[in-house]
């Protein structure tokens, strides 16, 4: 079976389809569904939540709602799940409620890949005597699965990678990276804020510690989530108000507090993946993981097929050099792209498009360090990057292609 794109883009405001969308890696379309939920919310129910009178009640419910439905989407519980304002913030939290359990001289493995949300705090963490170790990668752009070997000991305490490269698109081996570093004790931190968009998360089938992704790339609102393993965050040490109990595992992380419209309208990406389940299923899986799970795989499928045609223009073009796997395969990689072109700024490339309808970006997208380590950035120029999502069609991609050659040497 193959995704229906004529349903899937009805989905959402038509006048997005007037312009061929490849910054999806930057920020996914919301659907009207999602845009209905906010606007209720805001429009019925703005109210402080949780007194007893009906507004206030209903709104509850709402905020309730899309909490619950979201942690049940990644085969979370409800309490595992921390709502706030964005990963970054989300793994800075984290960084500061768990240093409290570490000694000096103890080590946190910190992946060169990572987007600087899933570095940068850890990072600080040596400010109180913490060793950071860098995962280096290798010459294109992977992670090095033989020096993660030989840097876990028994003094790491936690290994920070992401799950999907923002720059390259290629997925990593979670479940196999996780196993290594809980061999010698350590937690790990995952970042899957490249890969939500694309392959659905399944929390504990991977069996990772820390689990994060932003919902605007999840084609919702601009909200982050934090997964963490209920033993792991009853241990960490509460970020909030004082008078929020150390087993108030839904408050504890998220000292600027939930932002409620937001959080109710998590129900429509919900509502979205539901339409699009009853559409394609004839028989649907039982539960909502099962059904999101189910529908990924027809996103992952189409996917595929989108950087099949985009990477066999790129791999015929000798003066575009690629960063990351020359593969299209599914199980490689989602459809996030980024590259340089011989003899021409990269800056450039987006600016020309954009005159042709066509938005992509360019730039480090806040992988400064990784690619600052492969030699790619001069001072005032990055990589271009063209990313897909699964409302894209092949006739968009085609779009993408024919403007490339028109515009490059
Ligand atoms: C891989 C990756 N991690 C983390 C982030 C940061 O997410 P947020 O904007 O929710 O802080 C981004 C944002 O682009 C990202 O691409």
């Given at each position: 079976?193959?995704?229906?794109l ?28 999602v ?43 409800v ?66 699965m ?32 996780t ?19 694309h ?69 429509g ?44 223009y ?33 800056s ?7 005159a ?41 991609v ?12």
């Amino acid at each position: 079976m193959n995704l229906d794109l004529d349903f899937v883009r009805r989905q959402y405001p038509a006048n997005h389809w007037h312009c061929a969308f490849f910054e999806n890696a930057g920020g996914a379309f919301v659907p009207n569904a999602v845009i209905d939920r906010i606007s209720a919310y805001m429009g019925q129910t703005q109210v402080q939540p949780g007194y007893p009178s009906a507004i206030s009640t209903a709104a509850a419910e709402r905020i309730n709602l899309g909490h619950r439905l979201m942690a049940e989407m990644i085969g979370a519980d409800v309490d595992e799940v921390t709502i706030a304002a964005s990963t970054s913030i989300n793994v800075y939290v984290l960084a500061q409620a768990l240093r409290h359990q570490w000694n000096t001289g103890d080590e946190i493995i910190v992946s060169t890949l990572n987007h600087e949300a899933n570095s940068g705090p850890w990072r600080r963490l040596a400010e109180f005597g913490l060793n950071i170790v860098e995962w280096p990668i290798t010459a294109n752009g992977s992670l090095d699965m033989f020096a993660l070997d030989s840097l876990l000991n028994e003094k790491t305490r936690l290994v920070a990678f992401p799950h999907v490269s923002n720059i390259t698109g290629e997925i990593n081996a979670v479940k196999i990276i996780t196993q290594k570093a809980h061999n010698v004790g350590a937690l790990v931190c995952v970042d899957g804020v490249a890969c939500a968009p694309h392959r659905a998360v399944a929390v504990k089938n991977w069996d990772v510690d820390f689990y994060l992704f932003s919902f605007y790339k999840v084609f919702g609102p601009h909200l982050g989530c934090l997964y963490g393993k209920p033993e792991h965050l009853l241990r960490a040490k509460g970020q909030g108000h004082y008078f929020f109990p150390e087993d108030d595992l839904l408050h504890k992380l998220n000292p600027a507090g939930p932002n409620h419209e937001s959080i109710a309208a998590l129900t429509g990406i919900a509502d979205y993946f539901e339409s699009l389940a009853a559409h394609h299923f004839a028989a649907p899986a039982a539960t909502f993981f099962g059904r999101t799970q189910e529908l990924y795989n027809l996103f992952a499928q189409h996917e595929e097929s989108l950087a099949r045609q985009f990477l066999d223009y790129l791999n015929n073009r000798a003066d575009i050099s690629l960063i990351g796997p020359a593969r299209y395969e599914k199980e490689v990689r989602v459809p996030t792209f980024s590259f340089q072109v011989e003899g021409v700024k990269s800056s450039t490339v987006p600016t020309a498009l954009a005159a042709d309808n066509i938005a992509i970006g360019e730039g480090h997208f806040y992988a400064k360090r990784m690619l600052d380590s492969l030699g790619l950035l001069q001072t005032d120029d990055g990589v271009v990057r063209c990313s897909m999502a699964h409302y894209n069609t092949a006739d968009e991609v085609s779009q993408l292609i024919d403007a490339l050659e028109k515009h490059l040497p």
